[in-house]
């Protein structure tokens, strides 16, 4: 059996899984996906979204990229986050990192991986603004889980950031930014407590002002 044969062989086994315990579960999921969440992950193949916080497909809208970055001109994500907030109506976001990222890993060892350099500069910014809380830490392990951690947090500020979800809290519309973190060792996700409901947590220079000024551009 070739590889390919394996992995389709795999979702026919899945499927049947499914269907047995289930019989309505693909009716029912052809019809409409209702998430209340998107997940805004790493793409490390440990970190599976939907299984680690067990949820079904169609509960939970999913963005993944290395080391769960939110820039400011990745369309992709940009994309993504819109149609979750205007077309599916999500009322939480999640940025999850994980201990043991290897995104965090080469940013602290200062490997050159060439394109994946310019995608992890922001984890080398943040590592450059926490320098003396990292630096007295007592072990390298201790330094990369922490900066997973503050990884995290400065991307709920980024995607606060966004026109997407200021517009939405403009609106009224309920939506909160959480950011959690994944243990490999345990299996266990940890609320690492830097939730935002609403654009007062963010300096007045990130806020947008939707009261209709002109623009220059």
Known sequence: MTALEDLLSRNREWSARKTEQDPDFFARLARQQTPDYLWIGCSDARVPANQIIGMDPGEL???RNIANQVHP???????VLQFAVRALGVH???V???YGCGGVRASLDRVAFNMVDNWLQPIRDIQR?????LAALPSDNA???RLAELNVRHQVINVCRTRTVQ???ARGHALSVHGMIYSLENGHI??????IDGPDALEPIFQFDHAGGQSPF
């Open 61 to 63: 809208f999913v963005h």
């Open 73 to 79: 001109i990745d369309s992709n994500l940009l994309a």
């Open 92 to 94: 939480h976001i999640i």
């Open 96 to 98: 999850c990192g994980h």
């Open 129 to 133: 603004l926490h320098h003396q809380e």
């Open 143 to 145: 330094r990369m889980d």
């Open 167 to 169: 517009s939405s809290w």
């Open 190 to 195: 940890h609320d690492i407590d830097c939730s």
